[in-house]
Every structure is written in structure tokens, then in C-alpha cells.
């Protein structure tokens, strides 16, 4: 998505703005470069309007991941419509050759990269998903994956379906976002800081923070079924992207092998609850993650095999996670399922 450290604008690293690394070999995610946002006032210029924008992910990455499942739990798919990316980019971009005429059918472009050059001529930084692209002008609005998915909360409450849950209660907000700010920093990113150190030093410190904080994570939901309250929340959708690639690509790809998710049983049995919940597991697609993953990233698996395993036929096993408690859409109601356009294999 970003650049990565062999220097490709789309290389391995998913997320939003600039990667590189840094002295001592230590991997350093920067902030997005465009980050208007959309708003019911329309305050930024991006007035929320049903069918205007297009949301651009790529089914391997955890960050527009986050998107997807928020879009699902909210109903927002007729009001936000989604294009889907090649999980292999080039250098490039990320590209639509899944679409026929290898061209997104609706923005009519072949590489999101052109709805950034369209909103900023000349634009030579990361091209990253996910990103939400204005239709009419066939601009970009947004790549700050950091905001997007609380503004889908916040700002489109008027287009959300009847029943959608509250992911960002106001009430919980400093405890979500004291959660969120952990998890972010030793886990979601924390994985990348293992796998892109480029020195020992850097990854054993990378290392040992997302251990210590996923012990601490494991020891907090052992006795309660969410991370903040007793519905889910925007920091379960952040956790859960991440846990739900460890075993298929950090584990072994990014060397955080101390562990696999499921040889803890309290994450293990947590990231299940979350996978068999309507709008989680009907949105991962572990082949588009394993390619990615493992044929993007030459610097770190240069022969671009992908791996057969792991078994994936325990996500559907039984995890006894509601015998805590905990009502998982609060006062609102599981989403429909997916579009059939949207459907995915399942496992």
C-alpha cells in the first residue's frame, strides 16, 4: 500500500502513508497524506450522500478490513458502494483486474493510484487502502484509515440501516479509544515492526511489546466478552483484523512466532466468537491474505511461496464465549447477509 523498504510505492506494507525504516533497523509507519473527511455537515467539502463515494479495499489488508466489517455491522452497503482490488499489486498500485476489462466498473479507472493523481496532479507518495473515492469526480476524499471507519459511526448515522449497532458509543469513547491506542501501537502495527525490522535489535523490541501486549489483551477478556462494555465495539473490529491473519501470516512470515492465536485459549476462543458473528468472517478472505502477504513481500520471502496451511476448519468450532455474557449488537440487530456481489467462499 505504502512504500515499502525495498522502495515499491505499493510494497508490502498495507496501510495508510509512508513506510520506511529507520535507525536502528526499526520500521516506521507515517500518517496519511490525505485525510479530508466525509460529514454529515459536509465541513471538509464531502457532504455524506447516499450512492456519491466509493470505498476501495483490498480483501488482505487488516486496515481495510476494519472498513469492510464497519460498513457491514452499519448497512451501509447501498449507501457506500465497494470496489474490490487485485490482493497483488504492482508497481503501480493497487489494480482492478478482477473487474472485466481490468478497469473498476464504476470509477472506470485500472489502479487506484489515478484517483490520487486526479485529486493531487503529480502525487508520488504511497497509494494506499483503504480509500474512499468520490464518484463524480473520480477524486480521492480519503486515505486516513485511522478516521474513516469512526466517521462511518459518527457522520452517517442518517443512511445507517434500522438496528445497526452503536460502535462508538459516546459514553465509552475515552475507554475505546485507550484500548484502541494500545492495540494499534504493539499489535496492529506491532506486527509490521517484526516483520520489516531490519535489525535484531529492533525486532526483539518489536517483539516483545506485542507479546506482552496480547497477554495483556488475553488477560483482560477472560472474564468479559468485549474489549469495552458488553457489545462489540470499534476496538474489537481492530483487534479482531489482526488476530484473524496471525496464524495464516505473522506467525511464521513476520517471525512473531512465539505464540499462535490459537494456543491461547482465551484469544483463541475470543477470535472465533467474533469470526461466527454476522459481519466478521463473512468479510475475510484468507486467500486473498496469504497471497499478499506472501507474494508481495519479496524482501522477506523471496521465492513467493504460499504456504498450505494453516487448517483453517477451527474458525467454525465451537468457542462458548456467550456463556460470559455480553449482547453483541447492544440494542440493535445482526446485519442482513452480504450482497451476493459481496459474498465470499466460505471456509
Known amino acids: 500500500m505504502s512504500e515499502s523498504p525495498s522502495g515499491s510505492k505499493t510494497g508490502p506494507d498495507e496501510s495508510a502513508g509512508k513506510g520506511s525504516n529507520t535507525e536502528p533497523g526499526e520500521f516506521k509507519r507515517s500518517s496519511s497524506h490525505f485525510t479530508d473527511r466525509i460529514t ?8 455524506v450522500e447516499p450512492g456519491r463515494y466509493r470505498l476501495v ?3 488482505a489488508c487488516p486496515w481495510a478490513s476494519r472498513a ?33 476489462g481490468d478497469r473498476d466498473p ?19 507518495g504511497g ?17 486516513d484509515y485511522q478516521q474513516l471507519t469512526l466517521d462511518l459511526s459518527t457522520q452517517w448515522g442518517a443512511l445507517h440501516r434500522e438496528g445497526a449497532p452503536e460502535l462508538y458509543p459516546e459514553a465509552l469513547r475515552d475507554e475505546i479509544d485507550e484500548r484502541m491506542e494500545g492495540i494499534y501501537r504493539d499489535v496492529n502495527n506491532g506486527v509490521y515492526q517484526a516483520g520489516f525490522a531490519s535489525s535484531q535489535e529492533a525486532y526483539d523490541a518489536a517483539y516483545a511489546k506485542l507479546f506482552a501486549r ?3 489483551v488475553s488477560e483482560h477478556l477472560a472474564d468479559r466478552r468485549y474489549l469495552v462494555g458488553d457489545t462489540i465495539t470499534e476496538a474489537d473490529v481492530r483487534l479482531f483484523t489482526t488476530l484473524v491473519r496471525f496464524d495464516a501470516v505473522y506467525h511464521g512470515h513476520f517471525k512473531c512466532n512465539r505464540n499462535k492465536i490459537t494456543e491461547d485459549r482465551v484469544l483463541w476462543a475470543y477470535a472465533r466468537d467474533l469470526f461466527q458473528t454476522p459481519g466478521f468472517g463473512d ?17 522477506i520471502n523471496p521465492t513467493r511461496i504460499v504456504p498450505r496451511g494453516p487448517d483453517l476448519r477451527g474458525w467454525r468450532t465451537a468457542h462458548h464465549r ?8 447492544g440494542d440493535g440487530t445482526p446485519p442482513p447477509p452480504p450482497p451476493t456481489a459481496e459474498v465470499i467462499q466460505p471456509l
Do not use: C, M
Open 57 to 59: 479495499v483490498s480483501l
Open 127 to 143: 497509494v494506499s487502502v483503504p480509500a474512499i473515492v468520490d464518484v463524480p469526480s473520480g477524486e480521492l476524499v480519503t486515505n
Open 322 to 329: 456467550e456463556e460470559l455474557g455480553g449482547r453483541p449488537f
Open 68 to 100: 469492510l466489517v464497519v460498513r457491514r455491522l452499519l448497512g451501509l452497503e447501498e449507501a457506500l458502494s465497494l470496489a474490490v482490488t487485485d490482493p497483488i499489486q504492482d508497481e503501480r498500485s493497487w489494480r482492478f483486474t478482477l473487474d472485466p
Open 283 to 299: 468479510t475475510v478472505d484468507f486467500d486473498h491474505i496469504k497471497r499478499h502477504y506472501y507474494q508481495v513481500h519479496g524482501d
Open 214 to 216: 496480547l497477554d495483556q
Open 106 to 124: 464504476v470509477l472506470g479507472i485500472g489502479f487506484l493510484g489515478e484517483a490520487y493523481q486526479a485529486r493531487e496532479k503529480g502525487y508520488d
Open 40 to 47: 454529515a455537515d459536509g465541513r471538509d467539502g464531502w457532504p
